[in-house]
């Protein structure tokens, strides 16, 4: 199984500012994907980070709030822009190689005051 | 679309005890994979157990065994001899062609 980490596991923002969150996965992976947890919702799907071109977001989600790299097969950033409150929650980074495997960094978890 | 339905918010269960975590799915693919996670007040994700929807057993993995009923659009997940710490939130969840969809999962509590 892969191991993810992610980088910073907790922060505090003001609003109006910006956020990036790092992904590191410890073996090469074929998909990366970036999860919002809101506080007692479900997971939701940002958008899936594409390893040399622009990443593909879900509806409901822009380039412009949550502009997204992935220079190689292992790394992968999420910047959170021009924050909100309404944009508290946890920010998790997932990976996949295989249909039957997907597995999860330990969250981000974001206060914005 | 996929759809992922968890129709228990909370559920409770006495330590040693055996557990069913209901989860109903819908999708139009004909190749899917569902997965169970679970997630800890620390929140991290803990992948459980996944069932291919060609695979014809039921998927186990230690004390946990996925009851999956293609006909009826239903996997799910049976903790048995439960234990203290597997109080947390259950996620039911399901990848068609690449995405993983989440269900609203189910907060499990497991008293003495």
């Known amino acids: 199984s892969a191991v993810i980490s992610q980088k910073p596991s907790r922060d505090i923002c003001q609003r109006g500012t910006s956020l990036t969150i790092q992904c590191q996965v410890d073996?090469?992976?074929?998909?990366m994907f970036w999860y919002r947890q809101q506080p007692g919702q479900s997971l939701t799907l940002i958008a899936t980070?594409?390893?040399?071109?622009?990443?593909?977001?879900e509806s409901g989600f822009v380039i412009d709030k949550f502009p997204i790299s992935r220079p190689n097969l292992t790394f992968s950033t999420l910047t959170v822009s021009n924050m909100s409150p309404e944009d508290s929650s946890i920010y998790l980074c997932?990976?996949?190689?295989?249909?039957?495997?997907?597995?999860f960094g330990p969250g981000t978890r974001l206060t914005v005051t | 679309a996929q759809k992922i339905t968890q129709t228990q918010p909370g559920m409770f269960v006495q330590e040693k005890e055996a557990v069913t975590l209901d989860c109903t799915y819908d999708?139009?693919?004909?190749?899917?994979?569902l997965f169970w996670y679970k997630q800890p007040s620390s929140g991290e994700m803990i992948f459980l157990i996944y069932?291919?929807?060609?695979?014809?057993q039921n998927a186990t993995e230690g004390r946990y065994s996925l009851n999956f009923q293609k006909a009826r659009k239903s996997a799910n997940l049976v903790i048995s001899a439960s234990q203290l710490g597997d109080s947390a939130m259950y996620f039911c969840?399901?990848?068609?062609?690449?995405?993983?969809?989440f269900g609203t999962g189910t907060r499990l509590l497991v008293s003495p």
């Open positions: 980070a594409n390893q040399g071109s622009e990443a593909t977001y």
């Open positions: 997932s990976a996949s190689d295989r249909s039957h495997e997907q597995y």
């Open positions: 969840a399901m990848r068609g062609f690449q995405k993983l969809v």
């Open positions: 069932q291919g929807s060609y695979d014809e």
């Open positions: 073996s090469q992976v074929t998909m």
């Open positions: 999708t139009s693919d004909q190749s899917y994979g």
